[in-house]
């Protein structure tokens, strides 16, 4: 960029971009990008950027999606060397996506077994890789060179990799995004999907018995099937529920089943069975060398334990999250907030102790003589202190006023005042 080739600069930063789609750098190095001239092609560089060709297939889990089937396929078309829609419909879905030349059709009968149909459908793809893709996600009109770009560059890396792909979460009219989903593998690597609901990609040998590359990816869907509506309208909690319940049963030591049934429980207000369900998560997963989600069950139990108001047990669990990771934002934030509530009972604490000692000292009698000074200001400036604190500024305003007249002595009582009128002058300023 520096050296004015910006196609080819802008070209080696997609790829960066592309193999780190929550990097900092984007917004800054794309408006320098504008202002660069676009150069001379680099033959040397572009040799650097080459990936073998693989093909992609793309491939849909439906179930009565006439609504939405054509806008999904349509968003994959060019992406994808071939489409396979698991369809166990009984509307126009298997019809309208037929219409596409690149679409094979699937019919399964539905088993309440998400894996067992996606591992169906797995049986029936030609391509070296498949993206998996739900109706209700668009695939970003910018990431449909990506698709088979990233495929290219992972194709012979030594562990089976697993790509997560960048979810867009309309949810409330406001967009959350989301790198936890697993969905493009190669097909010859020994990888399938695991569970009823929920499914995760591992190896075939077994969900934790085999070390697979994961890895977060530049490849955009807008999606909307999170949106509180949406799960209603589908009652997709309670169908989650039921169908967890039917995975712990068959197999109670996976930590994943419990963690997810201790999410789902809490979304729809069972607290406590969401509570032990997340305690077991905990236990289980701490004995699963690759179970991958600790910082979930971690996340989880914190916040349960805040809404209790369990400061103590919820600053415990928030610090074994920073132990497995001390990099996660989330448990940052909360042992934020757990602090700041931890401060709040404090203050209290240290408010009702102040008022005590300036009352007690009328009434104490004692071999050890008391400090006078407490009950005549130094009690009081320390209640306009916590006001100040906790942002009170007209309350310590006035206790520093009175004390300020009886005591022209004290040190830095003008110090406060002028700093408080300082803080007044600011809020009063125009925005």
Known sequence: MHQGYGLTAKRVFNRAWLLDPEAAWVKSVYEALEQTPDGDERVDIEGLLHVPRVTVAAAILARNEEQ???????????????IILVDSSTDRTREI??????????????????????????????????????????????????????????????????LHIWHLNQIRGEVHHDFSQTRMFPMKRGLQFWGRIHEQISSSLGMYDEETYRRA??????????DPSVIKKKNKLERNLRL????????????????????????VGQEEQAFEALLEAERIGLQTPRFGRMLDVYKLLTQYYMSR?????????????????????????????????????????????????KTSIKEYRGSVSADYQIGQWKADLAVADLALRAGKLAEARHIYQVHAKRYLNIESLSQRLD???????????PM
């Open 97 to 162: 996506a037929s219409k596409f030349s690149k679409v094979k059709v699937v019919s399964i009968e539905w088993r309440d077994h998400f894996a067992a149909a996606r591992n169906e459908g797995l049986n029936h793809i030609q391509s070296d890789w498949v993206l998996w893709v739900d109706t209700d996600e668009l695939l970003l009109e910018e990431d449909v060179c990506g698709v088979r770009e990233l495929a290219g560059i992972f194709h012979h890396h030594p562990i089976p990799p697993v």
């Open 244 to 267: 967890l319940k039917m995975m712990i049963e068959e197999d109670p030591n996976d930590p994943g089943n419990w963690l997810f049934f201790g999410r789902e429980s809490l979304l």
């Open 419 to 429: 700093m408080i009128e300082k803080q007044k002058q600011l809020l009063n300023r």
């Open 68 to 82: 939405r089937i054509e806008k999904c396929i349509t968003a994959l078309y060019e992406a994808v060397d071939e």
């Open 309 to 357: 108001k369990d400061w103590k047990q919820a600053e415990t669990t928030c610090l074994k999250a920073l132990e497995h990771n001390n990099q996660f934002p989330d448990a940052h934030f909360l042992l934020a907030q757990i602090r700041m509530k931890q401060a709040d009972e404090l203050y209290l604490q240290a408010d009702f102790h102040l008022k005590k000692a």
């Open 217 to 226: 990816v530049r490849i955009r869907f807008l999606h909307d099937g999170y």
